[in-house]
Nanobody
Framework: QVQLVESGGGLVQAGGSLRLSCAAS????????MAWFRQAPGKAREFVIG????????YYADSVKGRFTISRDNAKNTLYLQMNSLKPEDTAVYYC????????????????WGQGTQVTVSS
């Protein structure tokens, strides 16, 4: 059982930056592909960005390309999401997720989820 705990959310003005972290309990963290999803009120959970086991391949939703960066530190069992040039439409609860399968944009392929952290971008 992998436990994931997100942190780093908060309120930021449009154009600002935030860095989210996701700490994993599992020593085999490096064997999981990871991703960030987000869910805004009244909307379905959507894929934001993903990274493979070793961090060599990353995948982006078009809406965040060029603004968001995902990285992982397998020695620290931690996943990061650097968000720059934030927009009000980025406002959502952000979740990290882990899968023993290959990276995917589909939430049903992820076995483990964090509790989420709120990101609010004011205009």
């Amino acid at each position: 059982q992998v436990q994931l705990v997100e942190s780093g959310g908060g309120l930021v003005q449009a154009g600002g930056s935030l860095r989210l972290s996701c700490a994993a309990s599992e020593r085999t963290f490096s064997s999981y592909a990871m991703a960030w999803f987000r869910q805004a009120p009244g909307k379905a959970r959507e894929f934001v960005i993903g990274i493979n086991w070793l961090g060599g391949s990353t995948y982006y939703a078009d809406s965040v390309k060029g603004r968001f960066t995902i990285s992982r530190d397998n020695a620290k069992n931690t996943l990061y999401l650097q968000m720059n040039s934030l927009k009000p439409e980025d406002t959502a609860v952000y979740y990290c997720a882990a899968t023993a399968l290959s990276s995917s944009i589909y939430p049903e392929r992820y076995n483990y989820w964090g509790q989420g952290t709120q990101v609010t971008v004011s205009s």
